[in-house]
Nanobody, 123 residues
Framework: QVHLAESGGGLVQPGGSLRLSCTAS????????MGWYRQAPGRQRELVAS???????NYADSVKGRFTISRDNAANTVYLQMNSLKPEDTAVYYC?????????????????WGLGTQVTVSS
């Protein structure tokens, strides 16, 4: 019913930039929060950044000042602009939507995950 399509990952040199995009498709009524998580090999998945429908944002300390999250509510799309990338940013990045309501069941809120996109920062 809901599909999250992620794009924008890849290989970049330290200090470089990437922009991730994630679009949620389906019969969506609203989404409370959209965000990005990441998981590096041997580590737990961690929150990178999140944004709620009215625009308030939350960032992991490790990315503050370097990453910017934004969203287009009409398009059910969330973006993550990543600047000044470091090798320790290397991970699989996952899109997340929380508090998503479908048009045919507006009283139910669910959470969805994308399949992930690889970001590798290396020279």
């Amino acid at each position: 019913q809901v599909h999250l399509a992620e794009s924008g990952g890849g290989l970049v040199q330290p200090g470089g930039s990437l922009r991730l995009s994630c679009t949620a498709s389906g019969s969506i009524l609203s989404i409370d929060a959209m965000g990005w998580y990441r998981q590096a090999p041997g580590r737990q998945r961690e929150l990178v950044a999140s944004i709620i429908s009215v625009g308030s944002t939350n960032y992991a300390d490790s990315v503050k000042g370097r990453f910017t999250i934004s969203r287009d509510n009409a398009a059910n799309t969330v973006y993550l602009q990543m600047n000044s990338l470091k090798p320790e940013d290397t991970a699989v990045y996952y899109c997340n939507t929380d508090g998503l309501r479908l048009r045919n069941s507006p009283w139910v809120k669910n959470e969805y995950w994308g399949l992930g996109t690889q970001v590798t920062v290396s020279s």
